[in-house]
Nanobody, 117 residues
């Protein structure tokens, strides 16, 4: 098992930036695929960004070109750099770790991001 703790959320004006962090309780390298999801009020949780064991990245169309996912395996941490934020990016952002062998699926508690003037 792995415990995940997100941080870095907050209130930001449109056009601003935030950097989310997801700290894991154990090593992620080689066995976990990492994801960031978000859930807006009244909407379903949606996949925002993925980084594979090998470092390949993918993004939803709504954030492509504005968000960047990265991982620091030495620190057991995954990041989500969010630029050019707009009100549609408002929601609770969740970190997810998927174990590629056991198929275990682990979630953090979420961090609130609010984009408003």
């Amino acid at each position: 098992q792995v415990q995940l703790v997100e941080s870095g959320g907050g209130l930001v004006q449109p056009g601003g930036s935030l950097r989310l962090s997801c700290a894991a309780s154990r090593a992620l390298a080689g066995i976990y695929e990492m994801h960031w999801y978000r859930q807006a009020p009244g909407k379903q949780r949606e996949l925002v960004a993925t980084i594979t064991r090998g470092g390949d990245r993918s993004y939803s169309d709504s954030v492509k070109g504005r968000f960047t996912i990265s991982r620091d395996n030495a620190k057991n941490t995954v990041f989500l750099q969010m630029n050019s934020l707009n009100p549609a990016d408002t929601g609770v952002y969740y970190c997810n770790a998927f174990h590629i062998i056991t198929r275990g699926d682990y979630w953090g508690q979420g961090t609130q991001v609010t984009v408003s003037s």
